[in-house]
């Protein structure tokens, strides 16, 4: 398995609702990240997980909670979000620092 | 910090033909790795090719390849025989080989269009 799986793959969510994103993958990475990407913008770095452990927040606003419940798995909780929060969500893992990232094909988020 | 530059928004090719996307990147450190991502309309980012900094050698891949020139802090990606679906964004992305961090930081994109 050579890929990294993101659900779901679209999610319109109102301002004072709670959703999840997920993450999975199986290649034996230990960095899983989450990126955040506006159209016709290169993605922005949230968060890094490294063996299983927030090793980067990029001064992210708490409205956006992850979480890596285990090596395979990320999660990103999502609660009163704002519309400018709409964009595609994008999670990548990585064996090291050598490789290139594996991204997902992202979840594209619209706050309403 | 380190800084990536893409100075070319949007470049146009003629399916069969070359293309050079440009790349510039700032940095004080010797041990890096560089990139260059597609993301075609399908939005998932793919990896198109890599190079380490300390290897003198340019890296190929199929039908693309670099132009890497340390000293002047350049890494260009040349596609030979373009077609269709090369058309994409393409991202050219710097990580320090020097801290933990993983980090990987991106250039601005260029749109490349291919006309059949």
């Known amino acids: 398995d050579t890929e990294v799986t993101q659900t779901p793959k679209h999610l319109v969510m109102g301002m004072t609702n709670k959703k999840s994103l997920k993450c999975e993958q199986h290649?034996?990475?230990?960095?899983m990240y989450w990126y955040k990407q506006k159209a016709k913008k290169p993605p922005e770095l949230m968060f890094v997980?490294?063996?299983?452990?927030?090793?980067i927040n990029e001064s992210v606003p708490s409205r956006f909670s992850p979480e890596c419940p285990n090596s395979s798995l990320l999660n990103l909780h999502l609660h009163a979000l704002q519309p400018e929060d709409s964009a595609l969500y994008l999670c990548?893992?990585?064996?090291?620092?050598?490789?290139?990232?594996?991204f997902g094909s992202g979840t594209r988020l619209t706050v309403v | 910090a380190q800084t990536v530059t893409q100075s070319q928004p949007e470049m146009s090719v003629q399916e069969a033909e070359t293309v050079t996307l440009s790349c510039t990147y700032d940095t004080s450190e010797s041990d890096y790795y560089l990139f260059w991502y597609k993301q075609p309309p399908s939005r998932q980012m793919i990896l198109v090719i890599r190079q380490e900094a300390y290897k003198q050698q340019n890296a190929t891949e199929n039908r693309f390849s670099v132009n890497f020139q340390k000293a002047a802090k350049s890494f260009s990606l040349k596609i030979s025989d373009s077609q269709l679906g090369d058309a994409a964004m393409y991202f050219c992305?710097?990580?320090?080989?020097?801290?933990?961090?993983?980090?990987?930081?991106f250039g601005s994109g260029t749109r490349l269009l291919v006309r059949p």
């Open positions: 990548a893992s990585s064996r090291g620092t050598v490789d290139g990232y594996t």
């Open positions: 992305a710097y990580r320090s080989a020097e801290d933990s961090s993983y980090k990987l930081i």
């Open positions: 290649m034996g990475h230990r960095a």
């Open positions: 997980y490294s063996y299983e452990k927030l090793s």
